[in-house]
């Protein structure tokens, strides 16, 4: 972990729903809150004083609101942020997406209150997932300088020239899936915001989010996207030109080529939606002829699968790291030796562009 305790910083107007969070927390001694304040500006000055393990930010605050202080924090003093939203506002939901896009790793319903019979369990989530969050290195949410085209895999962490170039890949190349985690949604952004309309193939994707925010998600992609994205029902043909997310605690995959499959099957990386499902299922149905991203993201999920995928002579892209919130998904694809290009959104687009000849 990071040390014999781990330093949270509280952002919450609520005082009812502030005085909850602490007892729940101090049910277990790992934790030591070490501030608790009641907007965002208050959260951006303690940070830049007294640096915490991980925040627990709420949304809409007096005076600078969650969204605004994410980017403030992400851009100076990076801490991993845990955004702590009602379900039940609607109006919650484009917002908290605009939050995970500045930077935040993930979004949580605020924990039920005692008495509540699901109490014990949204306790139990919201003290495992700070503590999670609390050990992922994340990066500072700005723009760098982008590097020339990588052709690359990790050996040994020395880079070298990747085997596989671009031009021996056989096409056609009929779908493209992409898988993203933490820092996800600011890359899916980037690269559903620049594909060309009209695109010629289905683009499906997985990205990990709570299963009830599934809709909401949708929304937010639609927002922005220049093609349309869909919730699809199992058996469902896939059609050029539009994307494709799974409904919330659903797997995505294919029974065969062009026809979806949506399905229950258990976890896969403890994860359901899982990238590493996708992937697998990617391979079966398309093989060669397919394009999988890894995007940013923490843990390994997808990770063995875009090197499988990579192996069959599919063209396979991972994030870089300058511009990944979290390189853990797409740096362990790298250093297993299974990106064919290492790119940051915006030039994984323009790969894709010349690709298909757009």
Known sequence: MIGKTIKVLLVEDSVTVLRLQKQILSEDPLFEVIGAVANGKLAVEFVAKYKPDVISMDIQMPEMDGLEATRHIMYHNPVPIVIVSSLYDPSDILISFNILKAGALTILPKPYGFGHPQYSHSAREYRNTLKMMAGIKVSPQQKKPE??????????????????KLSENIGPFNIIAIGASAGGPMALQTILSAIPPKFPVPIIIVQHIDQNFAEGFC??????????VNIPKDGDILLPGYAYIPPGDSHLGFHKKGIVKVTKDPPENNLRPSVSYLFNSLANAYGKHAIAVLLSGMGKDGANELKMLFDLGAITFAQNEDSSLVHGMPGEAIRLGGASLV??????????????NL
């Open 219 to 228: 929304d937010w992609l639609n927002s922005f996207s220049t093609i349309r």
């Open 343 to 356: 790119l940051s959104p915006e030039n994984i687009v323009n790969e894709l562009v010349k690709i298909y």
């Open 147 to 164: 590097s020339s085209i990588e052709f690359l895999t990790l050996e040994n962490k020395k880079k070298t020239v990747a085997t596989q």
